[in-house]
């Protein structure tokens, strides 16, 4: 297990390549499940022989035969500062796993649905993350995943309380679920934070793009359930799809009204990102983000119709500093990112004519 | 002489359609002659009746056959509020002029490159505007019809003081040579400022693209000479000739400086104002000039290959509001405005592709 496959970092993961239900609103649906092995301290408690044992036992019950596929093992302090941050921009780990990377293990399968963080908070944080509005199919393949690897462990749980995990938040069904949502629409009518504070008063968290306390960036935002406690996984799943079809609809609504109401002011906006982004020569990770949210309205309204609305997708992904990186094959300082990211946007956009690259 | 004709309207004058010596930084050179009829006050103080021979006088001098071809004249009153913006917007006059059209008349060659106010505040305002740095060439041609005009008109002449004027800064030669720079470069590296205001020292004043007052929209720049009197009408001209020399040079040393020293932030400038010019679907008068100065700063550094530096020098000009009236047709509203006018420029800049028109 040494330093990662070039084109195995290089690989889109399954959320970013495909569309399904909803992919207009939707980016992509994960759950999380939290679990711990019996007779072993929680992570922030155990000794370094300890972490060792959690991390063999685990390796060894993700090497049986199963029908998920191979699992690939990434020992995270071998990996560099570089191939980390690919796998927290594809939302394969939280950025708190790689940041202290002593005993930690990240295992992921060949599609990059499925990864299992190995000493996180807790031993095992087991996650399945799927394009667009697909919380059923995540919690099946969640559960399956669950009960391959109890085959050979054995986790924390307690008849009364459920599974126990290191924060509390968590203890029950140990099962967070959540929604990557695009809301260019409520966001350009000024309502997305009156709707998204709503869902706060019926347990609902809301982030950014990249987990608790990140910016909204590129009108994107991840909603997920507090509970975890007190109601069955599919009960969980169930309240945050309900709550997030209501969300669906009312961005829906409000680009029909946009549509409907203020075309040319819509179209305007749309397609002067566009321009932008088919033309820049230099362009930072946020500028884009914004700019793509915009041309991915107007491909999902019919607006801007000279690129596919998955490869604006693929776009918000790849334009990120990493990932770039690793596409570019190359550690860039940040005026070259920029340089570089604007570049990959023109090719991708095929953008021709103007001089330079 | 009824309406103007609708074509003759819409045909863009010779400074707008073709370039020359310098035309990387220079739009247009100028001169101006004031002169007055002997015998009768200036307009300001002259009765109506006196106006009207005033014109008569000067429509029927202008109607002599000549070697400068065939002089058009347009009664003011007579145009609609649009016709007359039009030929402010194509310089053929001041906007004082049109603002109060009683007994003025406007009279033009075919080729729009002379023209004279009959009446405004002195009785003739003789104009030779020709593309590009050509001072020599528009004072020759201000001398043919000077000339011309006076085998059959005797002009207010004393032979201590020159020609009289109605406001004393005119008085000795009445002339004024002008010359139109887009200063890009100066602006950017913000030393335009600096540079102008010194020339102020010197005798030369500095307005806006649309003369007194206006702000200087598009980095584009008119300097003129302030003294008319103490010397001959070719020392004057070749005084702010050697002074745009100067700025000239200075523009292009920015230009070379930047491309050397910023090439990439220089091309990401320009090639963003190209994107969004192709793209927009809304834009106001100034945003287009703003836009269209680094378009045309990019296409005569080579920057911006896709369109010809001539059409961007066009479009600075038909993208003005009352052009742009004349071009689709019909009177907009503000909004109807930015509507056509960012359909004119994508048509121009053969944007293809997006949805819309």
Redesign the interface.
């Known amino acids: 297990m040494a330093m990662m496959n070039q084109d195995y970092l290089k690989d889109m993961p399954n959320w970013v390549k495909n569309g399904g239900d909803s992919d207009d609103v939707v980016i992509s649906s994960r759950i999380r499940l939290a679990r711990n092995l019996k007779g072993i301290p929680f992570p922030n408690y155990a000794h370094e022989q300890q972490l060792e044992t959690v991390t063999q036992q685990v390796l060894q019950a993700a090497r049986e035969r199963s029908a998920l596929g191979e699992f690939i093992p990434l020992k995270v302090e071998e990996l560099t500062p570089n191939e980390r941050m690919v796998l927290v921009e594809k939302h394969l780990c939280s950025p708190q796993f790689v940041e202290n990377p002593h005993l930690r293990t990240l295992i992921v399968d060949q599609e990059q649905t499925v990864s299992i963080m190995v000493n996180e908070e807790d031993h095992l944080r087991v996650q399945t993350l799927l394009p667009a509005f697909s919380l059923d199919s995540a919690l099946e393949l969640s559960n399956q995943v669950d009960d391959f690897l109890e085959e050979n462990l054995e986790f924390c749980f307690d008849e009364f309380r459920g599974y126990l995990t290191a924060c509390p938040t968590n203890v029950g069904t140990g099962l967070r679920a959540s929604v990557m949502l695009h809301l260019p629409g409520l966001t350009l009518v000024d309502q997305v934070k009156r709707v998204l504070s709503a869902l706060a008063h019926i347990g609902i968290n809301v982030r950014g793009f990249y987990g608790e306390g990140t910016e909204a960036y590129g009108d994107i935002y991840q909603i997920s359930n507090q509970v975890t406690l007190g109601q069955s996984e599919e009960e969980l799943t169930k309240n945050l799809q309900s709550i997030c079809r209501q969300v669906i609809e009312q961005e829906r609504n409000i680009r029909e009204a946009l549509l409907k109401e203020s075309r040319?002011?819509l179209?305007?906006r749309v397609?002067?990102s566009?321009?932008?982004?088919?033309?820049?020569?230099?362009?930072s990770s946020e500028e884009t983000l914004k700019l793509l949210s915009d041309v991915k309205l107007g491909a999902e309204l019919?607006?801007?119709?000279?690129v596919d609305k998955n490869r604006v997708k693929e776009l918000m992904f790849i334009t990120r500093s990493s990932i770039l990186q690793t596409i570019i094959g190359k550690e860039l300082v940040p005026v070259e990112r920029d340089?570089y990211r604007?570049m990959v946007i023109r090719q991708r956009l095929g953008a021709h004519?103007?001089?330079?690259v």
């Open positions: 040319t002011q179209e305007d397609c002067r566009f321009g932008i982004l088919s033309q820049a020569r230099l362009i019919g607006i801007i119709t000279q340089y604007a004519g103007a001089s330079g």
